[in-house]
């Protein structure tokens, strides 16, 4: 079968693999992809693109996963909404400008999504991942393994700083 | 040809006007604009900041790993870089001739890369500009604008870009990161559920590909006059050519013409480039300025993409495309269309022509062959050159005995445009910005002709995009005395 029926949750994860931290995301893909995770789709591309809007339909809840330069180390958890930012003047979108172009295509609001921004330091091409952002990537992986229980209610946190 | 703004003769004298960084392109690049008391523009470069070091990235590595290894010098043209780097190592692995099923899934691959990528240029990217006028509310002039005034449009291009990326899964065997093109052939071809799958949906590909080009055509002549003279630029052009003149963006020789459509070079293997091609470095950018060489720096910078790949070709080989070429010449009057906007209705064009290819494609046998590799004796050097979205794309490597890559050498599709995009800024500088305070809008018309290009000034990371737009005015003693910006909300704010 070509097209699989989305599952309930999907962890969408981008940034390039080459580029130091930018690895981040990624490497949360590659974490995940080896547990056994019922109901979730794991999806990872170099950039969020319009097209993605398409991969949110029929879920119920998504987490998108980033390196970010200026989350509070390891990771900030936060909740997102629809929003008409600039990031798609960019070649690059915002997951809320994603959100925001899935509301417009489809007339419906999106599935409830989050953003789990882990901090990274080092961004050059052919860099590794950093010491620093592979501790961070570990407690995220951990959290992330912790949102996923199903013995934890649905209703999660909206916005968590965890301290490093 | 060489405008006479690259360089101003007392710039210490002269107000410097920063535009950083630009928006709706790629990576790194700032405009900065020198005028004097009498706000006359006296100086226009386009920089580019980030030194990518594309080539170190290389060297040291095996050469079966090179395919895989350069799509991630780009997150916008991976494919690209795949497909130009597989046909390097054909070269290396003396591959002198694909099999022909390995030749037309690369090309499948590559005409869904360069739909899905003129799908988000156009739709996505330039089509704000182009629907709504340079000086509409900058809120406005987005996706989000696109969407609300146009629902089906926006919707389209989203599709479009999906069948795109889907052409891509199936070809290369993943969604990102594919591994189908390896030297000397692809290691997949497609199966029976897999071509029905694209075939599904690609009559509709082909209808939204048609009306794309009547839309640009639309848009384009309703101020014919203005579209043609803004940013247009008399500039030699190059590209790929098929065997016969045909169009073709995978695999040929490669073709330049002059500003009046006169032959320079034709049919030439692209393997010799360095015979044609020079690359000249300028002290204030890091991207080089190549140039061809029997012309010599100053005549001879040329202009690269789907401007030049429509001027240049004798016909196209699908019907629909062909038709609209045709039309696209007439407005040349003779001559090559030099009007840097009619980028996007080439682009369209070009668009329109995948559709019809990955239809034809879709229909031939071949693509479902077992004959997937061929190979030969191992050699020392290895050229892969095709036409990426934006323009020629070189990729050169040279390796020991080991098969480890020792030398590499790239000039990618916007390096070929860097002239042509300074000329196009300062056209717009003399012409609509010469004599007048600087606004927005006006501002905004030279990101316009920079757009045109479709330039990847970078790699995806995450230094980019802090800032859509900051415009920083700085007097003769470089005291900054002005500072616009543009917050990620579209606001613009005077900052200072």
Redo the contacts between chains.
């Keep these: 079968m070509?097209?699989q029926p989305a599952k309930p949750d999907l962890i969408f994860t981008w940034?390039?693999?080459?580029?130091g931290d930018?690895a981040l995301g990624p490497a949360m893909y590659e974490l995940l992809q080896h547990e056994a995770l019922d109901g979730v789709d794991l999806?990872?591309?170099?950039?969020l693109?319009?097209?993605h809007?398409?991969d949110l339909e029929g879920r119920e809840r998504v987490l998108f996963v980033d390196?970010?330069?200026s989350a509070s180390a390891p990771f900030e958890l936060a909740r997102l909404q629809p929003e008409?930012?600039?990031?798609?003047?960019?070649?690059?979108m915002s997951p809320q400008a994603l959100l925001?172009?899935y509301r417009?295509?489809n007339g419906c609001e999106p599935p409830p999504a989050w953003l789990l921004s882990i901090r990274?330091y080092e961004?050059?091409?052919?860099l590794p991942l950093s010491t620093a952002a592979n501790r961070h990537l570990q407690a995220a992986f951990g959290h992330v393994l912790k949102l996923l229980d199903p013995a934890r209610p649905a209703d999660r946190d909206e916005h968590i700083v965890i301290p490093d | 040809m060489s405008s006479n703004l690259e360089t101003a003769a007392n710039p210490e004298k002269l107000e410097r006007i920063v535009i950083e960084p630009l928006t709706r392109v790629e990576g790194h690049g700032k405009v900065t604009l020198l005028q004097d008391e009498n706000l006359h523009i006296r100086q226009a470069r386009l920089h580019i900041v980030e030194f990518r070091g594309f080539e170190k990235f290389i060297q040291g590595r095996p050469y079966w790993e090179l395919p895989v290894l350069v799509q991630r010098l780009c997150g916008i043209c991976p494919v690209s870089h795949h497909l130009a780097a597989a046909k390097a190592t054909d070269m290396l692995v003396g591959a002198t001739q694909l099999t022909p099923t390995a030749e037309k899934i690369r090309r499948l691959m590559h005409y869904g890369q360069t739909l899905q990528s003129h799908a988000l240029h156009f739709f996505h990217l330039c089509s704000p500009d182009l629907l709504f006028g340079f000086d509409d509310e900058v809120r406005h002039r987005n996706i989000i604008g696109v969407i609300e005034d146009h629902p089906e449009i926006a919707k389209q291009g989203v599709l479009l870009r999906k069948y795109g990326q889907e052409v891509i899964r199936l070809t290369a065997g993943k969604r990102i990161h594919g591994t189908g093109a390896i030297p000397g052939g692809v290691n997949k071809s497609l199966n029976r559920e897999e071509i029905d799958y694209l075939q599904k949906d690609i009559e509709q590909m082909v209808q939204w590909g048609q009306d794309a080009v009547e839309l640009i055509k639309r848009i384009f002549f309703e101020q014919l006059d203005y579209h043609m003279a803004f940013a247009s630029i008399d500039s030699n052009m190059m590209s790929m050519i098929g065997a016969n003149g045909e169009f073709d963006i995978y695999h040929g020789g490669l073709r330049a013409k002059d500003a009046d459509g006169s032959t320079i070079f034709d049919h030439v293997d692209y393997t010799g480039y360095r015979d044609y091609i020079r690359e000249g470095v300028k002290n204030w950018s890091y991207m080089k300025f190549p140039f061809i060489e029997s012309l010599g720096a100053e005549h001879g910078w040329y202009r690269v993409g789907p401007l030049a790949r429509v001027n240049n070709c004798d016909y196209f080989s699908t019907p629909l495309a062909e038709q609209q070429r045709k039309l696209f010449m007439e407005a040349g009057h003779g001559r090559p269309v030099h009007a840097s906007l009619a980028f996007h209705w080439a682009r369209l064009i070009e668009l329109l022509y995948c559709t019809e290819a990955i239809r034809e494609l879709l229909l031939d046998p071949d693509i479902s062959g077992t004959e997937l590799v061929n190979k030969g004796a191992l050699q020392a050097c290895g050229i892969g050159v095709l036409e990426a979205p934006r323009g020629t794309l070189f990729h050169h490597y040279e390796i020991d005995d080991d098969g480890i890559v020792n030398k590499a050498n790239l000039i990618v599709s916007t390096t070929n445009n860097n002239q042509a995009m300074n000329e196009s800024i300062r056209q717009v500088s003399n012409n609509y910005l010469d004599g007048k305070q600087l606004t927005e809008p006006l501002l905004n018309q030279i990101e316009v002709a920079i757009r045109a290009y479709d330039p990847c000034l970078s790699c995806a990371t995450h230094a980019m995009g802090k800032m859509p737009l900051e415009i920083t005015l700085l007097n003769e003693k470089q005291e900054v005395v002005d500072r616009l910006e543009k917050r990620v909300t579209g606001e613009i704010q005077r900052t200072l």
């Design positions: 070509l097209q940034g390039n693999p080459s580029r930018d999806l990872t591309d170099f950039q693109q319009i097209e809007a398409i390196a970010s330069t008409q930012d600039a990031s798609y003047t960019t070649h690059a925001s172009v417009q295509i990274g961004f050059g091409l052919g």
